[in-house]
């Protein structure tokens, strides 16, 4: 059974920095490509980062400015995001996913597995 869970997320005030943590299990994730999605309250869920086996790595440029890093530790099936100078607009809930096919892409549709999600909360 496939498990992606996340953890590292909660209450932080604007400014801050949190690094969030998705371990991988229940398969071999060799060549597969992880990615960080968001969902905030009314919206729809968009494309945060991703990075491929490779470490090769897309951002959403509009979302993340340069103040969030996608990284991974391929040992250990686990891949981290770094948030930095976070903001009240980051507010939302951060899925972890998974593709197989292990090319980076935006598309919610193209991950074949999805964690259950960590809450951020950023106050002004």
């Known amino acids: 059974q496939v498990q992606l869970v996340e953890s590292g997320g909660g209450l932080v005030q604007a400014g801050g920095s949190l690094r969030l943590s998705c371990a991988a299990s229940g398969r071999t994730f060799s060549g597969y490509a992880m990615g960080w999605f968001r969902q905030a309250p009314g919206k729809e869920r968009e494309f945060v980062a991703a990075?491929?086996?490779?470490?090769?790595?897309?951002y959403n440029g509009d979302a993340v400015k340069g103040r969030f890093t996608i990284s991974r530790d391929n040992a250990s099936n686990t891949v981290y995001l770094q948030m930095n100078s976070l903001n009240p607009e980051d507010t939302a809930i951060y899925y972890c996913?998974?593709?197989?096919?292990?090319?980076?892409?935006?598309?919610?549709?193209?991950?074949?597995?999805w964690g259950q999600g960590t809450q951020v909360t950023v106050s002004s």
């Open positions: 996913a998974a593709r197989g096919a292990g090319t980076v892409v935006t598309a919610r549709g193209g991950y074949d597995y």
């Open positions: 990075i491929n086996w490779g470490r090769g790595k897309l």
